[in-house]
């Protein structure tokens, strides 16, 4: 969908089109809400702000569809077949690597009860791994707004593409 598709779609198709970007309810309506955009910019630009902060339940459903870092998104829905492609950059990883990753989501996941996000696009499994070790020392709190901020950041290159930019 393009730009302009998005501005002139009824407010249903237009919000059905963002929920593969992120599926928060606030987020998408707002966006839906605020057109016509004048250009791609602008509405990334409203991305990267709408629904700030999200809440903690919007963050549990949201983190309710990404994969463990590392593991293919299964299925064949469009926001799998998106995680498919932003993790398909990762490569091959030497055993070492793969098992620290998967020891490392283990212990994010007792230690938050959550899955671990991070925007992969761009990263390497080494970069990745350094961020989750990191982050495994940080507090309940402070893993709650990166992972907001992982999130849009996730989302806003997801709506880049959607709009073909």
Not at 105 to 132: H, K, P
Request: aromatic share 4%; hydrophobic share 40%; proline share 4%.
């Amino acid at each position: 969908m393009h730009l302009e598709q998005f501005n002139a779609a009824g407010r249903t198709e237009a919000a059905d089109s963002l929920r593969p970007c992120l599926d928060i309810r606030r987020w998408i309506d707002e966006l839906a809400g605020a057109r016509p955009y004048p250009d791609v910019e602008a509405l990334l630009d409203a991305g990267r702000g709408a629904a700030d902060p999200f809440t903690p339940a919007e963050i549990e459903a949201a983190l309710a569809h990404h994969p463990r870092i590392g593991e293919r998104a299964q299925g064949n829905s469009a926001e799998a077949r998106l995680s498919q492609s932003e993790q398909a950059g990762l490569g091959e990883a030497d055993a070492a690597v793969s098992e620290a990753l998967a020891a490392g989501n283990q212990a994010y996941e007792e230690r938050f009860g959550q899955v671990f996000l991070i925007r992969a696009a761009g990263r390497s499994r080494e970069e990745i791994l350094t961020a989750l070790n990191t982050r495994l020392a940080h507090t309940p709190e402070e893993e709650q707004t990166i992972i907001g901020q992982q999130l849009r950041e996730i989302a806003v290159l997801r709506l880049e593409g959607l709009m073909g930019k």
